[in-house]
């Protein structure tokens, strides 16, 4: 499990809303909620971790974009995103600018 997890922590990168545009029309985007760590959630779906999926599901704490959200990034289209591939999904957490 370490190794995935290493594996994982070292594509982690950062992407901005127009290079995920491909994959939110594949629905292949996967939202994550700020208090969830991107690589423990690429974790539990690479290693098929069906409880703590489906408990994250459950409180919407990953979830599709919604219609909204795509909006809001398309006029934001250098909107920034930390991402994760676990194929056939790609993990998003939006990157909130600090004023």
């Known amino acids: 499990m ?3 997890k290493a594996e994982l922590t070292e594509i982690l990168d950062e992407a901005e809303w127009e290079w995920l545009i ?7 985007v996967i939202l994550v909620a700020p208090e969830l760590n991107l690589v423990d959630v690429g974790v539990a779906i690479a290693s098929d971790n069906i409880p703590s999926v489906e408990q994250w599901i459950d409180e919407q704490l990953i979830t599709k974009p919604t219609t909204v959200q795509v909006g809001e990034w398309n006029l934001e289209r250098s909107k920034r995103f930390n991402t994760l591939i676990v194929q056939p999904y790609v993990l998003v957490k939006e990157i909130v600018a600090t004023s």
């Open 2 to 4: 370490s190794d995935l």
């Open 22 to 28: 491909p994959h939110v029309q594949r629905d292949a």
